[in-house]
């Protein structure tokens, strides 16, 4: 008979978890016990693999990485790209080439009409809308001259 002793559990450390408490239930029972520990390994062994392939798939872009990906995807004409702080803000004639925007990364900021772009290690905690301008006026701005490759 096979069941799933681990069912719900998504995360090694629910895995342990529940590892631990079937561990005492079953103290006694030595049958139980080897298949408990059997499907724990089983299981660790597949989160494991699985954490580390999402650490592979994870690809770092710096802020020169998008530049120049913007460079060679983008016509330029019509289009306001500037460093503030570290986010990247594109405004302007930005509807033909959303998509595009979507798959490298960048958000659409509804209240400032600018898409934007940021490391996930720079994302802000705040959850207020805060005006363009007052991001300008605290980090300062540089525009940046996008060109065609």
């Known amino acids: 008979m096979?069941?799933?002793l681990y069912f719900g559990c998504t995360s090694a450390a629910e895995v342990q978890l529940r590892f631990d408490e079937l561990s005492r239930i079953f103290n006694d029972q030595?049958?139980?016990?080897?298949?408990l520990k059997a499907e724990y390994s089983?299981?660790?062994?597949?989160l494991s693999e699985s954490k580390a392939a999402e650490v592979v798939k994870e690809e770092t872009f710096t802020m020169s990485d998008i530049i120049k990906c913007l460079e060679e995807r983008l016509n330029p004409e019509g289009l306001k790209l500037e460093i503030v702080g570290r986010y990247l803000w594109l405004s302007g004639a930005t509807f033909a080439i959303k998509e595009g925007l979507k798959q490298l990364g960048f958000r659409y900021s509804p209240d400032?009409?600018?898409w934007y772009w940021r490391a996930e290690a720079d994302r802000s905690s705040n959850t207020k809308p805060i005006?363009?301008?007052?991001i300008r006026s605290k980090y300062g701005t540089a525009e940046v001259g996008l060109r065609k490759l």
């Open 42 to 46: 089983t299981l660790m062994a597949v």
């Open 131 to 134: 005006p363009l301008e007052m």
């Open 2 to 4: 096979k069941s799933n």
């Open 30 to 35: 030595d049958e139980m016990l080897q298949a």
């Open 112 to 114: 400032k009409k600018s």
